[in-house]
């Protein structure tokens, strides 16, 4: 006995693929500006623009050798556009994250919540099987926000960073696992987005020694994770709703609601102290403590102000509105 099971959006068509071209530039930049943050998931901005199981199957299309102009098409302009907000954003975003921890983890937290509802569509009826996955991905994050080492405490190589795109590009896919926070997760968050930035730099000034040096040293290990995290796991996820639907958007459901453990907005740059170690596993000394970034610096939590509270529960909403007009965009309507 077959059931029928509701979908992100209508599924393209070789007869009018330029219909999900808006949807797709969309998905694209909010999804790109997203992997830059710890904790906004891409595929939530993908899934609220009405194109996550669209680019999903394209992936999974063309990674078996199917090339249909409809997919192709989508899945180039998601990329184009994702790959435009990373490098026009890398180094906005990094300053706002490392000065404003506070406004902007506040907004990431709506920004991600606004998921939940779009996830309850796709799963009406649920069924038990959904909410043990919810359950279950919940329980992952939780633990995830539990186990978060140090910012900056990894140090970075070749492997580390590849290993880095594999996981921020598996999280990419995922709605509600951000891969900004899985970076973070595993150190490497501030040296991927400074060589980003460093790229842009170098591009600007046409320098062809920095760009080398900084697209074989972060950008070339990084890219090659991102492939295989994107390929692997977009055929997984493909079969796995295609299999396992309720259980795998109750995963997804556990996910969203538990990256938010991880998204604190009351934190604040520390001064660091000396015999510290922090970024890279540097020790910090009289030395060499005017060589560290502000980004480099440890963070910590603070009590908030009333009107602190007040702005992080505004800018909250302010953030799961922006997901719900997305939403709204790509054509999510009850």
Do not use: C
Request: zero cysteines; a negative charge.
């Amino acid at each position: 006995m077959s059931t029928s099971h509701p979908t992100v959006e209508p599924p393209m068509t070789d007869a009018h693929p330029a219909e999900q071209v808006p949807r797709a530039v969309a998905g694209g930049l909010l999804m790109g500006l997203a992997n830059l943050v710890p904790g906004i998931s891409g595929g939530t901005m993908l899934l609220a623009a009405g194109v996550y199981e669209g680019f999903v199957d394209a992936v999974s299309e063309i990674t078996t050798l199917k090339f249909k102009r409809s997919s192709l098409l989508l899945l180039g302009t998601i990329v184009l556009s994702a790959t435009v907000a990373v490098i026009l954003g890398a180094g906005m975003v990094k300053n706002l994250v490392v000065e404003q921890r506070w406004i902007m983890y506040s907004l990431f937290i709506g920004l991600t919540l606004g998921g939940v509802p779009l996830l309850w569509r796709l799963a009406k009826p649920a069924k038990p099987s959904f909410f043990v996955g919810a359950v279950v991905g919940l329980g992952v994050m939780i633990a995830m926000a539990l186990l978060q080492p140090a910012q900056g405490s990894a140090s970075s190589n070749p492997l580390s960073l590849g290993l880095a795109g594999v996981a921020g590009a598996s999280a990419m896919i995922l709605p509600g696992l951000s891969g900004g926070y899985l970076l973070l997760l595993m150190g490497q968050y501030i040296p991927i987005l400074s060589g980003l930035s460093e790229l842009k730099d170098a591009l600007k000034a046409m320098d062809i020694a920095a760009i080398m040096d900084v697209g074989l040293s972060v950008i070339m290990p990084v890219g090659l994770g991102v492939v295989i995290g994107v390929v692997a796991v977009s055929n997984l996820v493909k079969w796995l709703l295609d299999h396992h639907r309720q259980l795998t958007l109750g995963l997804l459901m556990g996910l969203v609601l538990g990256a938010v453990f991880g998204l604190w907005p009351f934190q604040e740059i520390l001064e660091p102290v000396f015999g510290e170690t922090i970024i890279k596993g540097q020790v910090v000394t009289a030395d060499n403590i005017a060589g560290f970034d502000r980004e480099d610096y440890p963070t910590g939590f603070f009590t908030p102000t009333g009107m602190q509270a007040v702005g992080s529960l505004a800018l909250m909403v302010v953030g799961y509105g922006i997901t719900v007009l997305v939403a709204k965009f790509g054509g999510h309507q009850d």
